[in-house]
């Protein structure tokens, strides 16, 4: 069975600090995808990332950095100095395979919240 | 682009009531979907579409129905609300319809109460 574990249920920093949000996948398919969504809390949910099974190279976006490692089975999420309009809650998600492959049909994690205090 | 719109932003719905969500999008894209956020549980997929004319159940499916008549529009029908589809609904759409997914627009949600 596919699924996304993201154990922190919760994570609370003080601005300008880093934090990392862990996310652990599992899925016996050898092609799938991954992608990290942030949901403000104005509700609406933003794209961050999307990251395909066959591309291991990290990736750093201005703060932002993710960290793929298929030997653990884990995409990790760094925000570097954290700034309060990081404060989200930050979902990740797997592609659902299907007999053909990879589907646009997502399975989230449950989330994980974030408060950056000033 | 207004992206993906939907409509109401809010609704009180009573227990064995029938009301129909709307979700569209001007992007032009196949892949439309329907998921819930209920707290704790992240987003379950309930129903999706890969172009018109084409619906499939997702992972929480019962209770609601859906068709897709245009490429644009893609409503969720609920059948006769019940207090456990007090939620948070969400609509999306994307560029592909499979096999190399690509990342998908929500809209700005429907927060359902059912009393």
């Known amino acids: 069975a596919q699924k996304v574990t993201q154990a922190q249920t919760e994570i609370s920093v003080v601005e300008k600090e880093d934090v990392t949000l862990d996310c652990v996948y599992e899925?016996?398919?050898?092609?799938?995808?991954l992608f990290w969504y942030k949901q403000p809390p104005s509700g609406e949910l933003v794209f961050l990332i999307r990251?395909?099974?066959?591309?291991?190279q990290n990736e750093i976006s201005g703060r932002y950095s993710w960290n793929f490692q298929k030997s653990t089975s884990s995409f990790n999420f760094t925000i570097t100095a954290s700034q309060v309009v990081d404060s989200a809650v930050y979902f990740c998600?797997?592609?659902?395979?299907?007999?053909?492959?990879?589907?646009?049909?997502?399975?989230f994690g449950t989330g994980t919240l974030l408060a950056v205090q000033p | 682009n207004a992206g993906v719109t939907q409509t109401p932003k809010f609704q009180v719905l009573k227990t064995g009531q029938s009301m129909t969500l709307q979700c569209a999008q001007d992007?032009?894209?196949?892949?439309m979907s329907w998921y819930r956020q209920d707290p704790g549980m992240g987003l379950r997929l309930i129903h999706y579409?890969?172009?018109?004319?084409?619906?499939d159940q997702g992972e929480v499916p019962n209770g609601y129905n859906v068709s897709r008549s245009t490429t644009e529009d893609f409503p969720l029908r609920l059948l006769s609300a019940a207090p456990s589809q007090t939620s948070v609904y969400f609509c999306?759409?994307?560029?592909?319809?499979?096999?190399?997914?690509?990342?998908?627009?929500f809209g700005p949600g429907t927060r359902l109460t059912v009393t």
């Open positions: 999306a759409s994307s560029y592909s319809t499979g096999a190399a997914p690509f990342e998908q627009y």
């Open positions: 899925t016996r398919d050898t092609t799938y995808y």
């Open positions: 990251r395909n099974s066959f591309d291991e």
């Open positions: 998600a797997l592609s659902e395979a299907s007999y053909g492959g990879a589907t646009n049909k997502l399975i």
């Open positions: 992007m032009n894209h196949e892949y």
């Open positions: 579409s890969v172009g018109a004319g084409i619906t």
